[in-house]
């Protein structure tokens, strides 16, 4: 369309112009072309004059008419003339060819269809008479036509070629415009200098830059402000930057789950460092949250719309609930997302299962949600906050029905190397999905890294590294890190922990000073609960003295109990904990608490604080937000995190014990350090681990990836102007 209007005004005019010209000249052409007829007929006749004044002279001194007759008459054969006569001296017609026209005489007045010359006749000075010859010229009208045609001919070709070539022409130096544009956005040009930018954009080199600069300069002053990022300071974010923009957020976990129980409707929160993390941006923005509905008392507790506001004590925000079918559930969630994905992106040695079924139920339920999103819009570039892995062939979804709109996601998990990636049967399918989106977030540079070369393997893309950008069919997709947190705790009454330290052991029946160290996981391979078990057991062989002073909490919440590996899971850590307790069986306490149950916020939080040692052994974790709020809940500044190196959390949490969970030796070790930690050191470390976790919370987390989305709106904004900038400027140009 871009092409055809272009290609209007420039072939309209040249149209024009052509035509002007061919009226001018047209009939200037005409004009020289029977001139030039006409001459070339009166040098014929001239020629044929010359050549028969000397037979004629002899033959009109014989008076032999006949052979007169004969000459003229074989002459306006061979010289294509019309007619010969000879006129004497007074003018009389003497001899003429046959044809000669009855009404010419020797008066030389010729119709219009003739042109007649005359030449004398003469011998040794004496005139004999003239000859007259007469020309058709009938035929230079005919001439004259065909000339014109084969013009007009001409000039029609030449139109066709150059509005080709001019459209072509145009449409190569769009394409160049679009590319500078493009390059001047993604800041190549910058890094270049203005030079390098071509002549008509160097106006707004300066400009643009100036623009960046002070979007990078605010990023950074954002990133390291030292004013502490809150519900407020995210409500003002919001406010300042996507100023009435509505938010919506879809995940497949829903923060609040209604279920029947035997007094009636409880609510319940599930047990996920998602749910904790994204809660407190749906408080601060009143938006609506989309999810799957998958409480027992879920559907009457929603109005027509499949809504419900929450929290339930004060509603701030909307969550729209989506329902699903046992087997969507089973096929998306169980089976593509938690058999198929999840063991993809985790390093846990479980082979991941794909089957098209399952991958049918992903595809029609991530259309079901990305129709919801398209629902709950109320205009046409609404933000999108999408997460997780269940979900990622929805931002390609919603793009294709809403172009305008931000769309963010956070990938909850870690996103493996392209070759372990490679192995999924629907690998370019789930790429082209996440490069719906305009900003896609990890939690480490590292998982970045990784999707940049797994679409470099996979997909015809254009990928700038040092921008972190992909660009696939025109559309860009901004890749970039955000460590995940969690909200600090901002409490009057802080829990006290001396009485939590006392009610925890009292309520497992330890002695007072017992020791105890923490595990708190969803129940899950990838959380290497196993292999902390087999630390503890380590620890107890090579130390018996501490069964009975000692012991390990559990706390696994059940976790996607119906696969079978999860079964199997569950079956090991309890046969595990068994094993233990009998091997290191004393009257005191078993060696491992095992409490295969979700815990709510308040029992988690006297665990934290009745916790002299927290185990996070993950064989790989995105982030780990359980060594977050372990820290967070330390306001008495004791206690030992026991860190796996294979988590998020470990990049950022440099005062924890750092342990390869594989190396179950090394477990031990940092087992035996931790209880054994001076207070002076401890108070050192956590201190330092608090001030990080502190302003490295989930405001901040959610902040910067909102900032980022606002910048990359008001980029697409510049872009857009500038588009059309360039629109008139080609304009102007053609
Ligand atoms: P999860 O794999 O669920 O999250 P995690 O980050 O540890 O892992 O969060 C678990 C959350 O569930 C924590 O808030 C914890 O308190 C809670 N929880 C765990 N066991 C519980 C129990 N028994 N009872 C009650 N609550 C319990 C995914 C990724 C992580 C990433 C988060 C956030 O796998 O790598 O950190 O998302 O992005």
């Given amino acids: 369309m871009r092409l055809f209007q272009l290609s209007l005004r420039f072939i309209v005019p040249l149209a024009l112009v052509l035509a002007a010209f061919a009226l001018i000249l047209l009939p200037l052409v005409d004009d020289l072309t029977k001139r ?38 074989r002459s306006v054969r061979d010289a294509h003339a019309r007619a010969i006569a000879f006129c004497d001296t007074s003018g009389r017609l003497i001899y003429l060819s046959s044809g000669f026209p009855s009404g010419l005489g020797c008066q030389g007045r010729a119709p219009a269809d003739l042109q007649v010359s005359e030449s004398p006749i003469d011998q040794e000075g004496i005139t004999l008479g003239k000859l007259v010859i007469a020309q058709d010229t009938r035929f230079i009208e005919r001439r004259a036509a065909e000339f014109r045609n084969y013009l007009y001919a001409i000039f029609l070709l030449m139109f066709v070629t150059i509005s080709a070539l001019g459209a072509w022409m145009a449409h190569r130096s769009w394409q160049g415009w679009v590319q500078s544009l493009k390059s001047m956005m993604r800041r190549e040009t910058f890094a270049q200098g203005a030079l390098s930018a071509p002549p008509e954009f160097r ?20 990133q390291h402000s030292p004013q502490a990022w809150t519900p407020d300071k995210l409500r003002s974010l919001l406010h300042d930057e996507l100023a009435g923009d509505q938010v919506l957020v879809v995940s497949n976990r829903e923060p609040y789950i209604h279920e029947q129980g035997e007094q009636g409707i409880v609510v319940r929160r599930p047990a996920s460092g998602l749910v904790t993390a994204v809660e407190p941006v749906m408080r601060a923005c009143s938006g609506t949250w989309i999810a799957h509905g998958s409480g027992s008392a879920d559907r009457v507790t929603v109005d027509a719309n499949d809504r419900v506001q929450v929290p339930p004590k004060r509603p701030s925000y909307t969550l729209r609930r989506v329902w699903l079918t046992a087997e969507e559930e089973q096929g998306y969630y169980y089976g593509f997302a938690n058999e198929g994905l999840w063991p993809l992106c985790h390093m846990a040695h479980v082979r991941p299962v794909f089957r098209t079924s399952d991958w049918e139920q992903y595809v029609a339920v991530n259309q079901r949600f990305a129709d919801a999103v398209v629902d709950e819009a109320r205009s046409d570039d609404p933000v999108v906050l999408v997460q997780d892995y269940h979900f990622a062939l929805l931002p390609r979804m919603v793009r294709e029905k809403l172009p305008k709109a931000t769309i963010i996601m956070f990938w909850h998990i870690p996103w493996p190397n392209p070759e372990s990636f490679g ?31 797994t679409v470099d393997r996979y997909l015809e893309t254009r990928i700038e590294y040092e921008a972190s950008t992909v660009s696939y069919g025109g559309e860009l997709t901004q890749v970039e890190p955000y460590p995940i947190s969690i909200a600090w705790p901002e409490t009057d009454a802080p829990l006290d922990v001396v009485r939590c330290r006392r009610e925890v052991r009292e309520e497992l029946g330890l002695p007072p000073l017992h020791q105890l160290a923490l595990g708190v996981d969803r129940l899950d391979y990838t959380k290497g609960i196993i292999e902390r078990f087999q630390a503890v057991e380590r620890l107890l062989e090579q130390h018996p003295e501490l069964a009975g002073r000692f012991s390990l909490l559990q706390i696994a919440a059940p976790s996607r109990s119906s696969l079978d590996e999860y079964q199997s899971l569950e079956a090991r850590v309890r046969k595990l904990a068994l094993a233990i307790n009998q091997r290191f069986a004393n009257p005191v306490a078993p060696p491992i608490l095992l409490r295969v149950e979700h815990f709510d916020e308040e029992q988690l939080a006297r665990c934290y604080r009745a916790a002299d040692v927290c185990m996070v052994t993950s064989l790989h974790d995105g982030m780990n937000l359980v060594a977050k ?11 030992v995190l026991i860190l796996s190196q294979f988590t998020g959390a470990a990049r950022e949490l440099h005062e924890a014990l750092i342990i390869n969970p594989y190396h179950i030796e090394q477990g031990a070790q940092a087992l035996q350090r931790a209880l054994g930690m001076p207070e002076a050191e401890q108070r050192e470390r956590m201190r330092s681990m608090r001030s990080l976790v502190r302003d490295f919370n989930v405001y901040r987390w959610a902040g910067l990836m909102l900032l980022d989305a606002a910048r990359l709106r008001r980029r697409q904004r510049v872009t857009e102007k500038i588009h059309s900038h360039s629109r008139q400027g080609l304009r102007r140009a053609s």
Wanted: charged share 25%; proline share 4%; hydrophobic share 45%.
């Fill in 629 to 639: 709020e372990f820290i967070a809940a330390r306001d008495d500044e004791l206690g």
């Fill in 36 to 73: 030039w007829f006409l001459r070339d007929l009166d040098t014929r006749s001239q020629m044929l004059a010359t050549s028969l004044h000397d037979p004629l002279v002899d033959l009109v001194i014989l008076q032999d008419t006949e052979s007169i007759q004969t000459l003229f008459d």
């Fill in 203 to 222: 106006p707004l080199v300066g400009d643009l830059r100036a623009m960046l600069h002070e979007m990078n300069v605010e990023r950074r002053a954002q």
């Fill in 423 to 453: 192995i999924c049967p629907w690998r370019e399918e789930l790429l082209e999905g996440l490069l719906g989106n305009t900003l896609l977030g990890f939690h480490t540079p590292f998982h970045c890294k990784n999707f940049l070369e």
